[in-house]
Each structure stands twice: as C-alpha cells, then as structure tokens.
C-alpha cells in the first residue's frame, strides 16, 4: 500500500526556515514525480512545487509565490522527500501536502499524505 | 499563470439531484484537468484526471468533461458522502493552478 507521511510543521518566525519531511513507503521513490501542495485556513488549494523522478533528474518547479523561497529535495536511500521553507512568511501559514502523482502520466494528484501543519506568526 | 474559475462557487442540493460544476480556464489547457473532492479536516481525494478519465474507486456517478477550457464535473443521484467541496486543476503548464473550489451543501 501507498503511503505518505509528513512531518516537520510547527510554530515559525516570519522571515525564519522550516524543513519539511514526507517519508513514503510501499513504492519507489526514485521512479516517481513528487508534489507539495498546500492549503491555507479556510482557504483552497496551492499547489507548491513538482520533484521529478530520477530518470528525468529530480529536475523540479515551484509555484510563483514560493519559487526563490522553497526548495524541493529528496533521499532516496531514506525514501523521502523534503520541503525546504526559507524566507517565510505569514501568508505561508498553511497545511503541506506530499502527494505521488498518477504513476505514469504525473497529470492528476492521486495520493495525499495527511498533511502537516506550519503557521508563521510572531 | 493559467487562472481556473469554478462555477458556482457554493451549491446546495438535495439527495438524488445530479449537479454540474463548471471549471474555466484562462487560456487553452488541452485535456489536462483534474478534480478533486474534500471533506472537512480530510486530505483531497483524486476524482478524475485528463478531464474525465475516473480515478480507480471513484463511483460511477461522477463524470467529467470538456477540452481546452471549459471543463466540467457531474455528479448524478447525489448521495450524502458526496456533500463535500470539489476543486478543479489544470496540469498541462506550470506552475500548475486549482480553482477557488465548489462547496455542495446539503438543502
């Protein structure tokens, strides 16, 4: 079974740095796209940012409002996935989603974690 | 940036009732639509991708539709579980973009 599962939220200055962490299991990780997406209070959904698989060289994209900010890596040998939050912000307050695309086509978002939690207050 | 506005934004129905909600998009996405259903204090749930090929385990009673941009999602004989609120996106440019979202509402 395919799971997800995050970890890192908490409590940030603004203008501090969070890491984010999505450890996976029951697929491999390095055959697969990896997104972030996040969800702010009451608010819809943003996507964040695109890891591709390591045949397509973990080459990856950011949304606009984060790109410059936030950095998307991955290990491998720890079947993880990683969100690198800099420079935040208060309107970065949000749940952060780690989600495995559709295998194959990557064109639909098709397993979530359950979230985790970041809100950037002084 | 591609932006996706769903319509309405709020829609309240009874059980039975087949609804529509509309996602258009600011600039040609070919097929590349997905939506989505959440549930309160719930992660999103994949219901159908490329417009309207069903994720596995999505009931029948959804469908999806549509090209280039104006896409849309039905759900026939709405049953209580569906009362939730459906997001669109558009994966065929980045940045990738969702729609403001659709809350159904019981009537």
């Known amino acids: 079974e395919v799971q997800l599962v995050e970890s890192g939220g908490g409590l940030v200055q603004p203008g501090g740095s969070l890491r984010l962490s999505c450890a996976v299991s029951g697929f491999i990780i390095s055959d697969s796209y990896m997104d972030w997406v996040r969800q702010a209070p009451g608010k819809g959904l943003e996507w964040v940012g695109r890891?591709?698989?390591?045949?397509?060289?973990?080459?990856?994209e950011y949304g606009a409002s984060v790109k410059g900010r936030f950095t998307i890596s991955r290990d491998d040998s720890k079947d993880s996935l990683y969100l690198q939050m800099d420079s935040l912000k208060t309107e970065d307050t949000a749940i952060y989603y780690c989600i495995r695309p559709i295998f194959g086509s990557a064109r639909g978002l098709a397993v979530w974690g359950q979230g985790t939690t970041v809100t950037v207050s002084s | 940036d591609i932006q996706l506005t769903q319509s309405p934004s709020f829609l309240s129905a009874s059980v039975g009732d087949s609804v529509t909600i509309t996602c258009r998009a600011s600039?040609?996405?070919?097929?590349?639509l997905a939506w989505y259903q959440q549930k309160p204090g719930k992660a999103p749930k994949l219901l159908v991708y490329v417009a309207s090929t069903l994720q596995s385990g999505v009931p029948s009673r959804f469908s999806g539709s549509g090209s280039g941009t104006e896409f849309t999602l039905t759900i026939s004989s709405l049953q209580p579980e569906d009362f939730a609120t459906y997001s669109c996106?558009?994966?065929?440019?980045?940045?990738?973009?969702f729609g403001q979202g659709t809350k159904l509402e019981i009537k």
């Open positions: 996106q558009q994966l065929n440019s980045y940045p990738y973009t």
């Open positions: 890891s591709r698989n390591k045949a397509n060289a973990y080459s990856t």
């Open positions: 600039q040609g996405i070919n097929s590349y």
